[in-house]
T-cell receptor, first 114, second 115 residues
Framework: KAGVTQTPRYLIKTRGQQVTLSCSPI?????VSWYQQTPGQGLQFLFE???????NKGNFPGRFSGRQFSNSRSEMNVSTLELGDSALYLC?????????????FGSGTRLTVV | AQKITQTQPGMFVQEKEAVTLDCTYDTSDPSYGLFWYKQPSSGEMIFLIYQGSYDQQNATEGRYSLNFQKARKSANLVISASQLGDSAMYFCAILTLYGNNRLAFGKGNQVVVIP
């Protein structure tokens, strides 16, 4: 079966711009979570969407937002980009209740802010 | 809150040898799951193995096994017969019953397999 697809793989943006990242989950998975990975902070949880509703949110400023569509695809948006937003953004899809095999990650989008 | 600790420095491992990666965790939730992921330089987070807090036996998946010591809150990953393709970062993560469906990750262990 197809895995989790994240697009684009790489992005270079300028400070102050905004960016939208996309994540297509495994077919049948209704939960999509987003994580930010930086060398300094490691992997940090951004938010989780389930059935088009944001269920959980991490400790990130309001510049970070997301949404989920009826087909479970999710997008995250970062407005007014800062240099510190440079990171690898990973999304994971899951079917709550499936336990160990419930979390599958995509290859990530590597965002560079200059 | 959940916390994962991975403190080992980067490791060099001879091909075909076994390597153990340490992971300790802290949670007050009675029910939780422990995950190990591999992240090669390409960035993708690859699931390796899972251990549930109520599982009686240590989890195994091919060359990967988990040394789960619940009383010590330890979940070490053992990779047997290392291969060059095992060179990567390895992350331990925890998901708890009351953790709002979010994985909490450790800082990771760097493994380099040498021929």
């Amino acid at each position: 079966k197809a895995g989790v697809t994240q697009t684009p793989r790489y992005l270079i943006k300028t400070r102050g711009q905004q960016v939208t990242l996309s994540c297509s989950p495994i077919s049948g998975h209704r939960s999509v979570s987003w994580y930010q990975q930086t060398p300094g902070q490691g992997l940090q949880f951004l938010f989780e969407y389930f059935s088009e509703t944001q269920r959980n949110k991490g400790n990130f400023p309001g510049r970070f937002s997301g949404r989920q569509f009826s087909n479970s695809r999710s997008e995250m948006n970062v407005s007014t980009l800062e240099l510190g937003d440079s990171a690898l953004y990973l999304c994971a899809s899951s079917m709550p209740g499936q336990g160990d095999y419930g979390y599958t990650f995509g290859s990530g989008t590597r965002l560079t802010v200059v | 809150a959940q916390k994962i600790t991975q403190t080992q420095p980067g490791m060099f491992v001879q091909e075909k040898e076994a390597v153990t990666l340490d992971c300790t965790y802290d949670t007050s939730d009675p029910s939780y799951g422990l995950f190990w992921y591999k992240q090669p330089s390409s960035g993708e987070m690859i699931f390796l193995i899972y251990q549930g807090s109520y599982d009686q036996q240590n989890a195994t998946e091919g060359r990967y096994s988990l040394n789960f010591q619940k009383a010590r809150k330890s979940a070490n990953l053992v990779i047997s017969a290392s291969q060059l393709g095992d060179s990567a970062m390895y992350f331990c993560a925890i998901l708890t019953l009351y953790g709002n469906n979010r994985l909490a990750f450790g800082k990771g262990n760097q493994v380099v397999v040498i021929p």
